[in-house]
């Protein structure tokens, strides 16, 4: 590539990475005058949880605990990146959403960057590339149709991970582990070119990196290795040892962290009690051909030709859409996480499809306008999304904002209140507590709540006053609650007003207060 090429390359990354942020910067200036923006919009549940597990790191701790449960625990070495954005906040003094944010945009960056790279090796011509890299880089389903017609959301709506805008839109692990399979793809299936010591150098790197970042990464990328290897065999009719012996050794220490983690979730009961309500199921193949749009539809003449081609980089494509393919539907509690990047061998498949397949088919002068279109066309749903990201903003979503009263609270609680004591909150504040001030909570987050339904119910229940007197003291020892928090969120369950007891209130700012438990 020329210098020319890599500055388009870097100017059009640039765009992208400030398109994605601004959302953000419109939610900020859209706060309303008595709420402060928290910072997150796509899933701010899952938001949350990741600016408590960095909140952990900027208090020194190399081991995560979940926070979303009442239950004490030893807590294990696993969620090292988010434990280390928070040790980065530590020592620089900035605030955990500037790291989170910061972190995004560098990994999103990073990302496309390698995209093009990768797209580089597969194509010559560089209209083509460009063309690719845009399909890469924005493309996505029907979600834009389908959701405004039916109300039923499809994984481009809601399925990050598996879409390049939409895993740079929502946070820094997505888009940084994408771009580590990537590189491992880079440094050893590089087309006509076996790996030497230095790629198998930078493909361990990469994949200890994907470990600590996404373990469950690790698997989508060495059985597209091993299909690909496979499908090589089958055409030359003889094995590249040096090949399959490298990424054999490379998977082997790839694996060695996240079966590292895995062990050491399951000796935590805690944990181990968190990891099997952690269930993922993949949607439907349906829901997929809808999500990938007018992926699916080029990646169909894509796909003949790289069958019939058969050169190292077509069988790649194909063997990461079979490997995929197959293992989202795999008896894996997972499933779901297997698609990351999916739409990465769809959109170069697609691409081939449509430069070599149906544009060759247009008369000359229909061709650059007919490639808009399809472009246009298959980043709807990104428009879409984000539209509806500042359109909740403008309407003040409560899970955006906090309140009068509640930045002050949540300060008070992480100044003058220990982090291994637990907070009865709405179900709503149960997902900021952690987050914000770092005591534990009876009920924040579906998997990270230990035994997360019977205890949203008690909650919600609690602050209902559907309880006794003898079931609401069970309740509060059996969760071992040392404050009560009540604002906005915890009296609408009650509909005005909720029973505190005796309490003496130790906090009070504009409608929140805290209430001690157990002090008369």
């Not at 050491?264 to 952690?278: C, F, R, T």
């Not at 081609?309 to 077509?314: L, P």
Request: glycine share 10%; charged share 15%; net charge positive.
């Amino acid at each position: 590539m020329e210098r020319k090429e890599w500055r388009w390359v870097a100017l059009v990354t640039l765009a992208l990475v400030i398109v994605s942020s601004l959302p953000y910067v419109l939610a900020w200036a859209a706060a309303p005058e008595d709420a402060q923006f928290t910072g997150l919009l796509v899933n701010p549940l899952d938001g949350h949880s990741y600016i408590a597990k960095m909140r952990q790191g900027l208090e020194g701790s190399w081991r995560f605990h979940l926070v979303f449960t009442p239950e004490p625990h030893a807590g294990a070495p696993v969620f090292l990146f988010y434990l280390v954005l928070g040790h980065l906040a530590r020592w620089t003094g900035l605030p955990l959403v500037a790291i989170y944010h910061a972190g995004r945009v560098l990994a999103g960056a990073a990302l496309l960057v390698l995209l093009y790279r990768l797209v580089t090796l597969l194509m010559d011509d560089r209209r083509q590339r460009r063309f690719t890299f845009f399909l890469l880089a924005l493309s996505s389903g029907l979600g834009w149709l389908v959701a405004p017609l039916t109300g039923y959301l499809t994984a481009d709506l809601w399925v990050p991970e598996a879409f390049t805008f939409y895993s740079i839109l929502y946070n820094p692990h997505f888009p940084l582990a994408i771009g580590l399979m990537l590189v491992v793809f880079i440094a050893l299936a590089r087309p006509g070119r076996p790996p030497g010591w230095r790629e198998g150098f930078v493909a361990v790197a990469a994949s200890l990196g994907l470990g600590i970042v996404q373990p469950f990464g690790v698997i989508p990328v060495y059985a597209t290795l091993a299909v690909w290897l496979a499908l090589r065999w089958l055409r030359d009719r003889r094995l590249d040892r040096r090949t399959a012996g490298v990424t054999a050794l490379v998977g082997l220490a790839a694996v060695a962290y996240p079966l590292y983690g895995m062990l050491a979730i399951e000796a935590d009961p805690v944990l181990a009690a968190w990891n099997a309500q952690n269930q993922t199921p993949s949607p439907p193949v349906w829901d997929w051909l809808l999500s990938l749009g007018v992926l699916a539809a080029l990646a169909i003449p894509g796909l003949a030709l790289a069958l019939r081609r058969r050169s190292d980089g077509d069988l790649l494509l194909v063997a990461w859409v079979l490997a995929v393919g197959v293992g989202m539907y795999a008896p894996l509690a997972l499933q779901r996480r297997l698609a990351l990047g999916v739409q990465t061998p769809a959109a170069i498949l697609a691409a081939m499809g449509w430069w070599e397949a149906v544009r060759p088919r247009l008369r000359a002068r229909r061709r650059g306008p007919a490639g808009g279109v399809v472009l246009g066309f298959s980043a709807l749903t990104h428009g879409f999304l984000m539209g509806m990201l500042v359109l909740a903003a403008l309407q003040g979503e409560p899970r955006f904002y906090l309140r009068t009263g509640e930045p002050q609270a949540f300060e008070w609680l992480r100044e003058q209140v220990s982090h291994d004591q637990v907070v009865l909150c709405a179900p709503q504040n149960g997902m900021f507590v952690p987050a914000w001030a770092g005591q534990r909570v009876v009920y924040g987050h579906p998997f990270e709540t230990v035994d997360a339904e019977r205890r949203e119910v008690q909650v919600e229940a609690y602050f209902a006053g559907a309880m006794s007197t003898a079931e609401r003291e069970s309740f509060l020892q059996e969760n071992r609650v040392g404050y009560v928090l009540v604002g906005p969120r915890e009296r609408v369950l009650k509909g005005g007003g909720v029973e505190t007891g005796d309490w003496p209130v130790v906090f009070e700012a504009g409608d929140v207060r805290i209430y001690q438990v157990g002090e008369r």
